[in-house]
């Protein structure tokens, strides 16, 4: 066994938390600059020419890149051969997330009551996933999630008989929907299979995929490159004011799933897709 | 669609917004003021109840926004646009009392567009996501109302040369649904 007090993950959430809300990850700075290089109307060139300024401004001047700065989702992939000592996990992750948003002047986006509503003052709690893997090591990403995108995401529970078709159409359906609400050019994250609660997780990791990375199954690799193009054919383009790039990319999970089903959720996330990922 | 920057001073009265069009890109100076969801729903079950607006309504311009809080020495933190289709349940109403002016992003429904044309409105478009650029824009910051609301309390602003873009203006158009359908109907035309 490797013991790990949780006051390390706590200062490491601490950090990431402002360091991902500063620094756009590299894979998402080049997709970006990519659809600049491709787009020729005036509009949807000038709009990713102050997309790209805004994130080089805050990497360079350390400010938030968006006032959105999400609700912390913390994915931890713990070693079954760790033992966490000094105090409660959880407690640990949520102290990282309140010291991260607190200290680094983040916005508190968090509602303690879905209907009555009341923010916490302190963006705790964070949406925490925990996946136990072989090894005594602690993988820590934090992926903050604004809601202007996710606001747009989707689910929803399929037929067998709905086939791959029946998945296309869903995938441009909802970014057809989304249009400029979630602040495009997008990532768009897909989860196939599993059941209702897992497709959504699964397109939510989808999303902590480097954006240029491919599916490591040929046929849902090139189903990613398919799905792209199309997306890109709607036109919706940079902030929605029409351009060749929507979307910057499509990552899509899947999972084994049952035989009466083929369930599909679609998480929509914006131009400032923050995730970023350390090992202790 | 004009190219060049128009300055604008605001506040927003009718005549000024009957000279904006649809994808005039425009630098906005002066007086606005901040509200999100929450305080639109205070606001208006304010008003039932007698209470008034914390601003004057009248030729204001509301700005769909929750900022980061701002670090010390600095006016305000990051302050990009939020999704605009939020406020559209309170956004009439605002409109009906002078309020004629709105700051955010995304689409707009049938009755907001219906407003700005009866009230010549206007509604701009600032870069979703950008919110560190536009920060830079706003020289004053100071809380007006619903304190405890954090970051969704009333502020007023003071921005110099705000960049947007007219997405609806006061005849009804929308620059969602031309801008898309100019730009499809361009690539179709290359593509046969």
């Not at chain 2, 929450?38 to 700005?63: C, Q, S, V, W």
Request: charge should be negative.
């Amino acid at each position: 066994m490797r013991d790990i007090d949780v006051s390390v993950i706590t200062d490491e959430i601490e950090k990431m938390c402002m360091h991902a809300n500063r620094h756009l990850p590299k894979d998402m700075q080049e997709g970006i600059k990519a659809c600049r290089a491709c787009e020729d109307g005036p509009i949807a060139c000038t709009i990713l020419d102050q997309i790209i300024d805004n994130f080089q401004t805050a990497d360079k001047e350390e400010v938030p890149i968006c006032q959105d700065t999400g609700m912390a989702c913390i994915f931890l992939e713990v070693g079954q051969e760790v033992h966490f000592t000094g105090g409660a996990l959880y407690d640990a992750i949520n102290e990282g997330v309140r010291r991260g948003y607190t200290k680094g002047y983040l916005r508190k986006s968090v509602e303690a009551d879905p209907i009555r509503r009341g923010n916490t003052g302190d963006n705790t709690p964070a949406m925490i996933t925990v996946d136990i893997v072989p090894g005594d090591k602690v993988k820590i990403t934090v992926a903050p999630k604004g809601f202007g995108s996710e606001n747009m995401s989707a689910l929803r529970m399929f037929k067998p008989s709905a086939g791959l078709q029946g998945i296309k159409d869903f995938i441009l359906e909802t970014v057809e929907n989304a249009g400029p609400n979630p602040c495009p050019p997008i990532v768009v994250g897909v989860g196939i299979g599993g059941n209702f609660d897992h497709v959504a997780l699964a397109a939510k990791k989808a999303l902590l995929r480097p954006v240029d990375s491919h599916n490591p199954d040929p046929f849902y690799a090139a189903l990613e490159d398919e799905m792209l193009e199309k997306i890109n054919e709607l036109g919706i383009g940079p902030q929605g004011l029409g351009g060749k790039t929507t979307a910057i990319g499509v990552n899509i999970e899947t999972l084994p799933t049952h035989i009466a089903g083929m369930p599909c959720a679609v998480n929509i996330s914006c131009h400032v897709t923050r995730h970023e990922t350390e090992v202790i | 669609m004009a190219e060049e920057l128009r300055r604008i001073q605001l506040p927003l009265t009718p005549e000024l917004a009957k000279t904006l069009h649809m994808g005039d890109n425009v630098l906005l100076t002066g007086t606005i003021y901040t509200a999100r969801d929450a305080a639109h729903e205070r606001m208006t079950e304010n008003l039932k109840k007698g209470i008034p607006l914390p601003f004057d309504p009248k030729d204001a311009t509301i700005y769909y926004v929750g900022p980061t809080p701002a670090e010390p020495g600095k006016v305000i933190g990051s302050a990009g646009p939020t999704t605009a289709g939020r406020m559209d349940k309170w956004a009439p109403e605002m409109i009906s009392l002078g309020a004629r002016g709105m700051i955010g992003k995304g689409k707009r429904s049938a009755s907001v567009i219906e407003a700005v044309k009866k009230y010549s409105g206007c509604y701009f478009g600032a870069i979703g996501g950008a919110g560190a650029l536009l920060a830079k824009h706003i020289k004053k910051c100071r809380l007006i109302a619903y304190e405890d609301l954090g970051p969704e309390a009333i502020r007023e602003l003071y921005v110099e040369d705000f960049p947007v873009t007219v997405i609806i203006d006061c005849e009804g158009n929308d620059l969602y649904k031309s801008g898309r359908a100019e730009y499809l109907k361009l690539h179709n035309e290359k593509k046969q």
